[in-house]
């Protein structure tokens, strides 16, 4: 891709639970794989060694320092200069001796999505696009805990506490305080197939 290029980004963020990945999946799906590109704050995550505890002694994922901050930008503005990037898949505690390098390369529409990509403000300046899934408490909850215990091995005592005591409180910190600043508010109580349908419309027509 000629460095001459500015790929036009966007910022995809919501709560904990909220459909993110599944809506990402689902926008890719409409694009060429040279059209899109995807970076995951969640392939982010710094080792636990290197995460802060609470005040019981429990890792607090959901905290904007839990995230290597400097090399997640660093990636993002490389892949606007049109560089590949690369960097180890997050496995959420399933099998992480499989986790696999992720190659990402640069391409006309470039998505960067997490928990805080409108609270980093260096990322959020980069951003020519902010996306803002939302979906009400109670449903993320039961989905969160669906998740965590089928897909992740968590018990379901340990996702409540996640919930009640890292989850909530940082979502109400580093990403509510975002929502109404967003270009685009995409609901997702039940389904988000007409945010989905007006955001491919409108990425198409930026390539």
Known sequence: MSKEFKPYIVGIAGGSASGKTSFIKDLKARFKTTELSIISQDNYYLPKEKQELDENGII???????????????????????????????????????????????????????????????????????????????????????????ERGYPEKEVKYQWENHVVPSYKKYLRPYRDDAHVIITNNHHYSKGLEVLTDHLKSKI
Do not use: W
Not at 67 to 89: N, Q, T, V, Y
């Open 60 to 150: 607090n994922f959901d905290l904007p320092q839990s995230i290597d901050r400097e090399k997640f930008a660093s990636d993002m503005k490389c892949l606007i200069g049109g560089d590949p990037i690369a960097c180890k898949e997050y496995t959420f505690n399933v099998n992480p001796q499989s986790a696999i390098n992720i190659i990402t390369n640069p391409s006309p529409i470039i998505i960067m999505e997490g928990l805080f990509v409108f609270h980093y403000q260096e990322i959020r300046d980069l951003l020519n696009l902010r996306v803002y899934i939302d979906v009400r408490d109670s449903i993320k909850l039961e989905r969160r805990i669906n998740r965590d215990i089928k």
